[in-house]
């Protein structure tokens, strides 16, 4: 009993030192809207003094449409690389369902080629199924 306690103790401390270090693998959260405008202001008041507020409101806007712009096309792009994923999928389930059916297909035909090869032989009802899997089996 008492092993099994310090095993125990053991077994939660590592549990707990590998949980921080998963946790310490995060990444980090991206920026915010706030934090977005203030990186805006503060770049575009190195390029154009405060004081002029309209080039200053220019800059400022210029890059927020920037970013915007590319967050539309990043987002486009993986759109269209999920479509093509998902496109590739229903492809590849397709073919496989064909495959499936035409391994069905051609099963039964040849139960079927069983079933009346026992009817020619005339074999007792009793005795079919095993003829058949037989049959089958070949």
Excluded: W
Excluded at 52 to 66: L, M, N, S, T, W
Excluded at 109 to 130: F, I, M, T, V, W
């Amino acid at each position: 009993m008492r092993y099994s306690f310090s095993l125990f103790a053991a077994a939660l401390g590592l549990a707990l030192c590998a949980g921080d270090a998963v946790m310490a693998q995060t990444s980090p959260r991206p920026p915010t809207k706030r934090e977005l405008m203030r990186q805006d202001s503060e770049e575009c008041a190195k390029q154009v003094p405060r004081l002029y507020v309209e080039p200053f409101a220019d800059c400022v806007f210029k890059r927020q449409a920037a970013r915007k712009a590319a967050a539309k096309q990043e987002k486009a792009a993986h759109r269209a690389q999920r479509k093509l994923e998902a496109d590739a999928a229903r492809q590849a389930r397709h073919e496989q369902n064909r495959k499936q059916i035409e391994q069905i297909k051609a099963d039964r035909a040849k139960r079927a080629e069983c079933s009346k090869q026992a009817r020619a032989q005339k074999l007792p009802l009793g005795q079919r199924p095993n003829f058949i899997a037989s049959c089958m089996s070949k």
